[in-house]
């Protein structure tokens, strides 16, 4: 019980640095913002952005997840509690896994939408939540900001093919606000070719299309912004961002493609862990 306590616990040190995180000997308990989509098969969707709180009972092995607000499909916003969840190691030491098959959570103080399937991962610095209802209600929440590690290959008619997997260049960071349907994108140490000069860069309000268990972003057209030391917009037009298209998932992290300057054709694997072969 100490060894696989240990490793759960380790898991979970990335998550408890950008979560607000209480500790004891047994347990954890930390929270963070999610972007929330929840829709009834084939009928509407409700989006919402809310503060989830996850518990985790090291010696048990089990977890539980709170709303204490989220918008669900013609109904209230109200609150949701998901107990009794089986807490599981990630493959390849990536994080940490909740899971339970047919629980019951518990929605406004009610069980009215019956049982649930509820699957929930923590890696790297990100929280995926996804749980699927028996009446066809199914809810997918992704952790604001998810905070990737990335493997970027730039390509143009002026220089061979420049790729960075590490973890000090073009990292990003994507904000998704589900209530406004947007996101912003930050690329941080942005490397788009040899002599480029270091810069951290932000995409404003890409385009959001939220769905069951993924995320699409695209933008046709963006003037990238950088912070001067006032921490005031700087414009960079010369940047310009064009055909900018993104899809990720909780399993597979997310790719992303767009055009740079009229000039850089860039595509990037967004992964969740950085590890030192990426490509």
Excluded: W
Excluded at 18 to 47: I, L
Excluded at 143 to 164: M, R, W
């Amino acid at each position: 019980m100490n060894k696989t306590k240990t490793i759960l616990m380790s898991a979970l040190v990335a998550v408890a640095m950008t979560a607000c995180d209480t500790d004891s000997k047994n347990e954890r308990t930390f929270s963070f913002p999610m972007a929330n989509y929840a829709a009834q098969a084939g009928g509407e969707a409700a989006f919402s952005n809310s503060a989830t709180t996850t518990r985790i009972d090291y010696e048990n092995s089990l977890g539980e997840i709170n709303y204490p607000t989220i918008s669900l499909p013609n109904m209230s916003s109200g609150s949701m509690k998901i107990s009794g969840l089986k807490l599981s190691s990630l493959p390849k030491g990536e994080g940490l896994q909740l899971s339970g098959t047919g629980v019951t959570p518990v929605v406004n103080g009610a069980t009215s939408l019956g049982s649930a399937n509820v699957t929930a991962y923590f890696k790297g610095y990100n929280g995926y939540y996804m749980i699927d209802f028996a009446d066809g209600t199914s809810v997918t929440s992704f952790s604001i900001p998810l905070n990737y590690f990335s493997t970027t290959t730039v390509t143009s008619a002026d220089q061979n093919p420049y790729t960075t997997n590490t973890a000090d260049k073009n990292r990003y960071s994507v904000i998704i606000n589900a209530e406004k349907k947007t996101a912003n994108i930050d690329i941080l140490a942005a490397s788009f070719a040899e002599k480029m000069p270091s810069m951290s860069l932000r995409f404003k309000d890409v385009k959001v299309f939220m769905n069951k268990n993924s995320v699409t972003l695209e933008a046709d057209e963006l003037i990238p912004v950088t912070y001067n030391s006032s921490n005031l917009e700087d414009p960079q037009p010369k940047y310009k961002i064009t055909n900018l298209k993104a899809h990720g998932t909780p399993e597979h992290g997310m790719s992303l493609t767009f055009e740079c300057a009229g000039t850089f054709h860039v595509t990037a694997a967004l992964v969740d862990v950085y590890t030192n072969n990426q490509q």
